[in-house]
């Protein structure tokens, strides 16, 4: 598979150098299979949100994915962040937030992100983010972000609900309603190649390439490579107590949700009480009737680094649903021992946390500050 970044937009002596526009590639998903297959001089971004300590599921969905994506390819490009302007759509005290993304830094550091192979860095703290995001969404229709899903269930609408609707948009921040073209802006600030996502945000990747094919066609450029949505082995992980939604930190039952911060004692207590099923005899992945066991089996495949088939063929030998509940606890505690350590260390050193994230906001910016030159000579802005 080829790579998707394109060459740079030349500009010289004031005269700008197009080309024809972007078309988009056979395929807008890549699958992996083996975390080292991505395309030599790739470009993979992705930002995680600061909502504090991350749960297994972030853990497993992104900070996983991420180091062992960064570890394995040493020949391609990685900017990992905190969405930090993202978090601002919903109300913080001032503390909390600050607190909140000094907790999400070190969670990724904790989690084993190597500065040395990935550039690691606040949203906020480049300023380059805001200047694309208005500009792109000045190029994004209400109908294009009223079709996003993702707004109504923030906003806590239903899923059939539009803008268009009085009490609807009375009740909806634009920036719950926005959000989608700064997510779009993000990406394609740095001209990401790849951007490893969950599943619930593959329809705002389409719209991130729908914009940036509507960039490209309106200035009749090449500029924005249309970035791929890149599926990792890492799949959704549900809350404990009820395996029909996701395990999320809001969740009003805390025994749902499993922390890297926990101690073994309450990661044993949490996964004794999750909720599985009364079927007896041999395991299987059914997530329809199954769907307790069925996420304990993702559990296990994430931090084993099986497949499912696989997963469910190592554990057949467990005897009852205690067994296998003790087998997900004890790997559960091994691979957070000295992650959770390493956190407690790190939260006591601000000073150290604040030059990582200076550290990769200049590198970020290095790059942001290029890009955004070149789309401001584009639309003639510069």
């Keep these: 598979m080829s790579c998707l970044r394109t060459s740079r937009y030349v500009s010289t002596a004031g005269l700008l150098t197009t080309t024809r526009a972007y078309t988009s590639p056979s395929s807008s998903i890549q699958e992996l299979n083996r975390y080292d297959n991505l395309p030599s001089n790739s470009r993979v971004f992705s930002l995680i949100q600061p909502t504090g300590r991350i749960h297994l599921g972030n853990y497993l969905g992104a900070v996983k994915s991420w180091r062992t994506l960064s570890n394995s390819n040493p020949d391609s490009e990685f900017l990992f962040g905190i969405a930090d302007l993202h978090a601002f759509t919903s109300y913080k005290p001032a503390a909390e937030l600050k607190d909140n993304r000094y907790q999400a830094i070190a969670s990724l550091l904790a989690g084993g992100l190597d500065t040395t192979k990935c550039t690691l860095y606040f949203q906020s703290s480049v300023p380059e983010h805001s200047e694309l995001n208005w500009y792109l969404t000045c190029m994004t229709s209400m109908g294009q972000l009223n079709r996003m899903t993702q707004w109504k269930s923030k906003a806590q609408q239903s899923q059939n609900s539009s803008i268009t609707d009085e009490k609807v948009m009375e009740s909806t921040k634009a920036g719950v309603f926005c959000y989608p073209a700064l997510q779009a802006a993000d990406i394609l600030l740095y001209r990401a190649t790849h951007v490893p996502v969950g599943d619930d945000q593959s329809q705002h990747l389409e719209l991130c390439r729908n914009i940036a094919k509507s960039f490209n066609n309106t200035y009749n450029v090449n500029y924005f490579p249309l970035p791929k949505t890149l599926l990792t ?20 039952v805390q025994a749902s949700c499993v922390y890297v911060t926990d101690s073994p004692e309450d990661i044993q207590l949490k996964i004794r009480k999750a909720t599985t099923d009364s079927i007896q005899g041999a395991w299987s992945f059914d997530p329809v009737t199954r769907p307790g066991v069925s996420n304990l089996i993702n559990i296990i495949s994430g931090l084993t680094n099986e497949s499912i088939e696989e997963t469910v063929a190592s554990i057949q030998h467990l005897k009852d649903h205690k067994s296998l509940k003790d087998y997900v606890a004890k790997l559960i505690i091994d691979e957070f021992h000295d992650k959770r350590q390493l956190y407690d260390e790190l939260l006591k050193n601000r000073d150290y946390l604040d030059s990582v994230c200076k550290q990769g906001r200049d590198k970020a910016r290095e790059l942001a500050s290029v890009n955004i030159g070149d789309i401001k000579s584009i639309v003639g802005m510069d």
Excluded: V
Aim: no cysteine; charged share 40%.
């Design 233 to 252: 082995p890492a799949k959704k992980i549900l809350s404990l107590k009820n395996p029909e939604k996701k395990m999320s930190k809001s969740d009003p």
